[in-house]
């Protein structure tokens, strides 16, 4: 499976965009690209997944480029309430890759 | 909607004693996976299932087993526990069939503390 690099952690003003790129150099041609969301003693939550391009959904936006070998996970607008551990996984659909491993999330801390 | 219900929410024991933390996956999910997670650690894969057969094993320890039922809840056995067992346990579901999502399920975690 792809091994994924993010920054340790980010800082960020409520009201700002965040974007928190991933690195997956070794990403396979059936692999997608899922981030998760992680608060204190809470099970991860999906937050978006994709391929190629460009996919938008209610909280976030995911930019892949054509090369795919790294990921941006854009959050519009941040709260206190994004502050939380993102992490990105690299791997095929959640099912056919039974062995979908976390790598070192990101912790964004929103502050007024 | 049903989740990922996890049980017990927290449980102590003592070194060398034995525990079991259960998974009630979402209802027509067919796959579960568990995590550990260490305090200020990342989840760690452990093993998984797909229909109650073993799909994949992570870093799981042998004084561990798991095995995913007919009604396809999960339970994960450890015995002999050690300190370093201590973590939270997480347990994800996942249906084979709405491969399109993606989306694994989390349950809040069973919180295991070892004295």
């Known amino acids: 499976l792809a091994k994924t690099t993010q920054p340790i952690s980010m800082d960020s003003y409520e009201g700002q965009e965040v974007n928190i790129t991933c690195s997956h150099n070794?990403?396979?041609?059936?692999?997608?690209i899922t981030w998760y969301q992680q608060f204190p003693s809470q099970g991860p939550r999906f937050i978006i997944q994709?391929?190629?391009t460009k996919v938008t959904n209610e909280v976030a936006s995911l930019f892949i480029p054509a090369d795919r070998k790294s990921s941006t996970l854009s959050l519009p607008r941040v709260s206190l309430s994004d502050t939380a551990v993102y992490y990105c996984?690299?791997?095929?659909?959640?099912?056919?890759?039974?062995?979908?491993?976390f790598g070192t999330g990101t912790r964004l801390q929103v502050t007024l | 909607a049903a989740g990922v219900i996890q049980s017990p929410r927290h449980l102590i024991k003592e070194k060398r004693e034995t525990a079991t933390l259960k998974c009630y996956p979402i209802p027509r999910h067919d796959t579960v996976y568990w995590y550990q997670q260490g305090p200020g650690q990342d989840p760690q894969f452990l093993i998984s299932?797909?229909?109650?057969?073993?799909?994949d094993k992570g870093s799981i320890p042998d004084r561990f087993s798991a095995q995913q039922f007919s009604d396809y809840h999960s339970e994960l056995n450890m015995s002999s526990l050690e300190l370093g067992d201590s973590a939270l346990y997480f347990c994800a579901s996942h249906s084979q069939i709405n491969l399109h999502t993606g989306e694994l399920f989390f349950g809040e975690g069973s919180r295991l503390t070892v004295l």
């Open positions: 994709g391929y190629k």
């Open positions: 070794n990403i396979a041609t059936n692999d997608y």
């Open positions: 996984l690299v791997g095929d659909r959640a099912g056919t890759a039974s062995k979908l491993t």
């Open positions: 299932f797909y229909e109650k057969m073993q799909s």
